[in-house]
Structure formats: structure tokens, C-alpha cells
């Protein structure tokens, strides 16, 4: 039976009331104006070297963490990282579970075992995690996005899996 | 906010020809962003990729965004059919309208622009590795 089940929630629209309930500014959404382009593909997962970007607020330890005012950096996560040596901070999302087990926001686990049972070609030496939570689309278009994208060529990974929060 | 910013990502990757699959836990942002390929988890914010302790279905749910690479070259929202509990009850706090008497309190964090960290422990090992001119840990910071 799956009569309880509600749909899923609409956040523009809760988010947008919540705020204008509260007296903040209207936050601007970002409705992309045009189709995305797709890469061109010539290799099976199972033959790629896959890369991750996660938006959590994910830094090692030894790293200098984020701050929670329009934060456009990232930190570059060796993907031999221990899930042990990895902590969340985020002043968006609920962090309890990241902090009991950093794979629910950064499945650093899972992407090794794919590797393994061999569904994933490689894992990228490093994995990628920035905050997210930017109200400035400007500085992710301009900044965060176009760094990331160097990176992930450098890293030479023909696909990517992106994990926001 | 994430969903969005992971969208405006997506596309610039992959005009740089590199390919993209992501997991939603927001399948209306997610639209609105024209992700590019994705699967939606109806599971609450901070469980991206499901639940504590449980790997098995991190795979399943990776595996399902990352089959999409091979199968679909256009515009795909996948909703996969794992719930996070008996009934949808999670949702109905999500989000919603604030009690009158607090809604004059702004109820968010301070935004402040000094780095934030889970414990004081990582803010010593952070000045730490960073007492020196051989940083080689934090090589994504533009100072």
C-alpha cells in the first residue's frame, strides 16, 4: 500500500513563502534558460574515470573549513581520504547525519566499492567539495564552477557524479 | 542554493566535455536547474545519498545515477523508488511558515565569513598545517 505517500515537496515554493513570511529579502531562483549541452561520449562508465563533486560544506581535517557567508571555494579531497578524517559544516542543511556518517552527503564508501566490483573504470585522485548555499549565481558562474571545471580536467575524469545537499 | 549551484556546475562541465550525473533531493530546483542527468532520492536534505551506515544503498542509488551516463544524451530525471520511512511525515515540517510571535526573529545562522568548523580540534589541526609555507592539504583555497 502507498496511499501515505505525499508528493515530493516543493521547495521554491516553501522556501519562497517562508522567507517572505519572515520578512527576508526574495530570494532569487535560478531558472536555467537554456537546454544543457552534453558531452560526447565515447567510453562506458565501466571503462571511465569518474569524478565527484559534493556541495555539503565537506573539508578535511588539516583543511581550513568554510564560512557561511557566500563561500566560493573549494577544497580538493584526495579520494584516499578516511571517511574518519572528514567533517560537514553547513549552515543550510540538517548536519547530524553527515556528522555520524559522512558518506550520506559524501558516498566516498560506495564510490570506492564500485571501483571495486568494477561498475567504475577509476576514481579521480581527488574529489571536490564546496558549499553550495551561494546566493551569488554571479560568483558560481564566474568563480566556483569555472575553477572546478579546470580542476576535473586536470584530473582528467570523463564523468562526473555531483552530489548537492 | 545546492541543487542550483550543482546545476549551473553540470552545464559548464559538460560543455568542457565532460559528462554529468547527479542525485536530487529537490526534484523542483533540480528541474528548474535543467540538470542535465539525475535521479531524485525523496529523502530530506542531508541524506543526498541515503542513509547512516548503510553502503549498499549509497551503491544502488549511484549506480542508478551513473547508468544514466550510458543510456540517456538528453534532459533525464529518473525518481527512484526508495522512501525514508513508513509514511511521509518528515515533510510536513520541512520548510513550512514560522508561529506568528517568531517571525520577527531572524531564525538563521549569522552568516558570518570566519571559517566554521565541526570542532575546535579541527580549527588547531587547520592553523596547524597551515604555520608553515608547505600547505599541501587545502590545494583547492585561493587565498
Known amino acids: 500500500m502507498e496511499d501515505n505517500r505525499q508528493p515530493p515537496i516543493d521547495y521554491i515554493d516553501r522556501i519562497t513563502a517562508t522567507y517572505e513570511a519572515l520578512g527576508y529579502d526574495r530570494y532569487q531562483w535560478h531558472y536555467a534558460q537554456t537546454a544543457p549541452s552534453f558531452a560526447k561520449r565515447t567510453k562506458l562508465v565501466s571503462e571511465s574515470k569518474i569524478g565527484m563533486i559534493a556541495t555539503g560544506g565537506i573539508y578535511r581535517t588539516g583543511q581550513i573549513s568554510f564560512h557561511y557567508r557566500d563561500d566560493a571555494s573549494y577544497r580538493a579531497i584526495p579520494s584516499e581520504t578516511n571517511a574518519s578524517d572528514l567533517r560537514a559544516t553547513h549552515f543550510a542543511y540538517d548536519l547530524s547525519g553527515a556528522r555520524e556518517d559522512i558518506n550520506v552527503v559524501f558516498p566516498i564508501k560506495a564510490m570506492k566499492a564500485l571501483k571495486e566490483e568494477g561498475h567504475i573504470g577509476a576514481i579521480s585522485e581527488n574529489f571536490f567539495t564546496c558549499m553550495g548555499g551561494i546566493y551569488s549565481q554571479r560568483s558560481v558562474q564566474e568563480e566556483l564552477a569555472p575553477n572546478l571545471v579546470e580542476r576535473c580536467l586536470q584530473e582528467e575524469v570523463d564523468a562526473v557524479l555531483l552530489v548537492p545537499v | ?143
Open chain 2, 1 to 143: 542554493m545546492c541543487h542550483q549551484t550543482v546545476g549551473l556546475i553540470a552545464h559548464q562541465l559538460e560543455e568542457a566535455g565532460i559528462a554529468t550525473t547527479s542525485i536530487s533531493t529537490a526534484k523542483d530546483i533540480t528541474e528548474a536547474a535543467r540538470m542535465p542527468r539525475s535521479v531524485f532520492l525523496d529523502f530530506p536534505h542531508g541524506y543526498t545519498a541515503g542513509k547512516v551506515a548503510n553502503t549498499r544503498l549509497a551503491i544502488d542509488i549511484i549506480k542508478a545515477a551513473l547508468d544514466l551516463i550510458d543510456a540517456v544524451d538528453e534532459e533525464t530525471l529518473k525518481i527512484l523508488p526508495y522512501r525514508w520511512g513508513n509514511n511521509d511525515s518528515w515533510k510536513d515540517s520541512v520548510f513550512q511558515i514560522p508561529e506568528r510571535e517568531s517571525a520577527t526573529t531572524d531564525l538563521r545562522l549569522e552568516r558570518s565569513d570566519s571559517p566554521q568548523y565541526q570542532t575546535t580540534q579541527d580549527r588547531e589541526y587547520a592553523i596547524e598545517s597551515h604555520d608553515g609555507e608547505d600547505c599541501m592539504i587545502c590545494s583547492g583555497i585561493d587565498y
